[in-house]
């Protein structure tokens, strides 16, 4: 009964999220669109800009190509982004590409929040989603920013300045959002993007101790990490299936070293999973930036979590993931960008039903390519 009335609820909120895009796209006058690099915006000038970024960690982290790009191209302007509750435990790896970060409240001092923010007058507004988005429509509507960027999708008229946005099932998503440089003048294929992770000091030596207690347990030099789940239980493979995964690591690879990353919510499902299997639990940390440092210093990578996958690409760590794929219309998944994975895809089911055999198998294929 409660879960007919969440999905009920959910019904609700998705009418009302379609009634108010309606509303927010009544604009007088019709977006320019820019389909190649073009001098819109002259990179010399002092401009104040504003991003969008208020959702997902990993939606934060693979804007950090656009954002280091923008930053140093821009020398002379100021970039403010506002984030959300959930993605702003990851600003570290923005930080220096920005001037201020922001989160986007989800209580009464939104008010005054959205008045500050118009009262800086920005220059450019530029919306980093490549779905349409209430919220980005209100907040581009209420700021009111001299000039507005987005990629073409159906809110498309809110802004003044659209971007083709390429096909979700060819193209990245960094691949993607990276044209919304073209109004600066700046060809995305002209850069040699990548992920990156900047971790803070405090982060690393946590993280050095941690493996410095761990190498004086086991001296074995290969780390498989397996974060067990994402960040919702569709996003679980199951405890069985890395208990029998482990298993077979153990057997067939006596030299590698498996180690679990789980949240307090998964603690006892870790425990039941290291009584039968031989594997190391590893320390819970107290933010993202120590549990991203612990993930750097292993040598291999098991994940349901996109986050996760876009930290293996960051630190170029090879990884094996896993998808659950409902249906075509959110495009290719958000596989690691420029570094090496193998991928397996559970479509319109359960990721627990994707076999045990095939991520062993998956794994054997991605350790064998690395020169060791």
């Known amino acids: 009964m409660k879960k007919i009335f969440k999905n009920f609820l959910k019904k609700i909120e998705l009418k009302l999220r379609a009634s108010f895009l309606s509303f927010v796209q009544l604009k007088d006058k019709s977006p320019r669109k820019i389909s190649k690099p073009s001098e819109i915006f002259d990179k010399n000038k002092e401009w104040k800009i504003l991003i969008l970024r208020q959702d997902r960690i990993g939606d934060l982290l693979i804007s950090v190509p656009l954002l280091k790009t923008l930053k140093q191209s821009l020398k002379h302007s100021t970039i403010d982004i506002i984030l959300s509750e959930k993605n702003q435990v990851a600003k570290s790896c923005i930080a220096q590409y920005t001037d201020s970060q ?8 939104i008010i005054s929040f959205l008045y500050k923010l118009r009262k800086k007058r920005y220059d450019i507004c530029i919306d980093l989603f490549d779905n349409s988005s209430a919220t980005s429509s209100f907040l581009l509507k209420f700021i009111m920013a001299k000039n507005t960027i987005g990629l073409e999708k159906s809110n498309a008229s ?3 300045f659209i971007i083709p946005l390429k096909d979700k099932n060819k193209h990245h998503i960094i691949d993607r959002i990276a044209d919304l440089l073209f109004p600066f003048n700046i060809d995305p294929k002209e850069l040699n993007f990548e992920l990156e992770y900047k971790l803070p000091g405090s982060a690393l030596d946590f993280a050095k101790e941690y493996f410095s207690q761990f190498r004086a347990k086991d001296k074995r030099k290969i780390i498989l ?24 690591i153990n057997k067939f690879f006596p030299d590698i070293a498996v180690l679990l990353f789980g949240t307090k919510s998964y603690l006892e499902t870790l425990k039941e999973i290291q009584k039968e299997a031989k594997c190391f639990i590893a320390a819970l940390t107290k933010d993202f930036n120590q549990y991203a440092a612990l993930l750097s210093f292993c040598n291999f990578l098991l994940t349901p979590d ?3 996958v876009h ?8 990884c094996i993931c896993l998808y659950n794929i409902s249906d075509g219309k959110f495009g290719l998944p958000w596989t690691p960008y420029k570094s090496p994975y193998e991928m397996l895809s559970a479509k319109n089911e359960s990721l627990s039903n994707i076999p045990v055999s095939s991520v062993f198998e998956a794994f054997k294929e991605i350790y064998l390519k690395e020169d060791r």
């Open 102 to 109: 922001c989160v986007l409240p989800k209580n009464l001092s």
């Open 158 to 160: 809110i802004y003044d």
């Open 225 to 248: 990490a397996i974060n067990i789940a994402g960040s919702s239980e569709s996003k679980f493979w199951g405890q069985s299936n890395n208990i029998a995964f482990i298993k077979e």
């Open 306 to 308: 996109t986050s996760a």
């Open 311 to 318: 930290l293996a690409a960051a630190f170029k760590i090879p």
